[in-house]
């Protein structure tokens, strides 16, 4: 039986949040990232201010969901039409104006490029410097966010019920693409562990698509209200997507409903699934909801207003997420973020929605002095594991596999200094 509660917020910034809380760095540093409707702000875990930003005018929303770059940036979108560049620090480095308000969140490429949507219907491509790479003129207003595949592939769904795949190099449309829904498309595009592309509509059906943009067998679902949600997706393949009929869905792999869940009020949130196959949801009936595997309510905290925000799961075991009552909430799980595909929106703990981005989960030390931890990415690359005690000279540690996108390190430490780790792709 569901088990309901009241719960203090970590932190009360006024506004209203509805964007989705990312972590810097690797996410272990403890600074989240959270946009409002007045300020764009950076806390401690804790709940500590350490900075915020209004913008090139004092006070303007922030409704996208930050991306951190691998330097610490912080790159968000405003309803100035601005895509700004925040250091860690929390000054300006650029901003470019990309002629529309932006509620779509960026994605950052492997080289640095980041993706975003604009409001007067571009999907653009920004260099790391701040210059615009391509733009490419989809003729309608754009909420939904990119998400970059492993071989760069950029894919955005857009209002005039398209989903566009694009070169990252030179923003053409690949061959087959752009896909039709029967209705807009506000939902941010996941991607699979094949490569296929799972997306919700607002004509009630949640859609996947090959590489090549055919539909997959079993897809489109059944109807099942209309999809604001962006879906996440599970170790074993389940797509998990909330609706703004209050439901919570799972879907199987054919796209059959494995599950569905009532949580009161309708979802424009968007799943986070925990590594215990939790399933981590806000509502607009002012709740957060608990979701055991099989479907089944947990616990559900009342925050007293809407959540629209998307939560993610820090490396700390608490579920971080904004509510429309200007308040940062930070509940604790007794896990940590799922190993599958795409387990949060936006894909990682630093929102970059780039199914290449390496991501070290905290690990344990051992009585023989060897520090065991968990390298996380795409399915079957090699990474390069390196240490480091003063961030300026780094040590090869190992060579790591990841087998269904894991991989596990067993690296021995030595002295009293404190030892940091980090992995990039390998060769």
Request: aromatic content about 12%; glycine content about 16%.
């Amino acid at each position: 039986m569901q088990e309901s509660f009241s719960i203090p917020p970590l932190s009360e910034l006024g506004g209203s949040l509805l964007s989705s809380p990312a972590f810097g760095g690797d996410g272990a540093d403890g600074t989240v990232y959270l946009g409002s409707t007045n300020k764009l702000y950076a806390l401690s875990s804790s709940g500590f201010l350490r900075w915020s930003f209004g913008g090139l005018t004092t006070n303007q929303a922030f409704n996208s969901s930050p991306a951190i770059g691998p330097n610490g940036t912080v790159y968000v979108g405003c309803n100035d039409s601005n895509l700004y560049a925040i250091a860690s620090s929390g000054a300006m480095l650029w901003r470019t104006n990309l002629g529309g308000q932006i509620f779509s969140s960026p994605a950052i490429g492997a080289d640095g490029t980041i993706y975003v949507g604009s409001g007067d219907g571009r999907v653009c491509a920004v260099n790391p410097g701040g210059t615009v790479k391509w733009s490419y003129a989809t003729g309608t207003g754009i909420n939904s966010s990119p998400a970059v595949a492993p071989n760069g592939t950029v894919y955005i769904g857009t209002m005039s019920s398209n989903l566009y795949a694009f070169n990252p190099t030179n923003g053409l449309v690949l061959t087959g693409w752009p896909v039709t829904t029967s209705g807009g498309v506000y939902s941010s595009p996941a991607i699979g562990a094949d490569g296929s592309v799972y997306v919700g509509a607002l004509d009630g059906k949640v859609y996947a698509f090959t590489t090549n943009g055919s539909a997959k067998s079993g897809w489109p679902t059944t109807n099942v209200g209309t999809v604001y949600s962006s879906p996440a997706i599970g170790p074993d393949g389940a797509v998990y997507v909330g609706s703004s009929n209050g439901l919570v869905y799972a879907f199987n792999t054919n796209g059959s409903i494995r599950w569905t869940y009532p949580t009161g009020g309708a979802i424009k949130s968007s799943p986070a699934l925990g590594r215990d196959g939790t399933v981590f949801v806000g509502s607009d009936d002012g709740r957060f909801h608990f979701i055991n595997p099989d479907g089944t309510g947990r616990w559900a905290y009342s925050v007293g207003s809407p959540v629209f925000s998307s939560s993610v799961i820090g490396f700390d075991g608490r579920v971080y997420f904004g509510s429309t009552g200007g308040n940062l909430y930070a509940i604790p799980t007794g896990t940590t973020f799922a190993d599958g595909a795409w387990p949060m929106f936006r894909h990682n703990l630093r929102h970059t929605a780039n199914v290449k981005t390496l991501i070290l989960r905290p690990g344990q030390l051992m009585t023989n002095d060897v520090y065991v931890f968990d390298v996380l990415g795409p399915a079957g690359v090699n990474c390069d594991v390196e240490v480091t005690t003063d961030f300026l000279s780094w040590t090869s540690v190992t060579n790591v596999t990841l087998v269904n996108g894991v991989g596990t390190v067993q690296a021995a430490t030595t002295g009293s200094a404190q030892n940091f780790y980090r992995a990039r792709l390998g060769n």
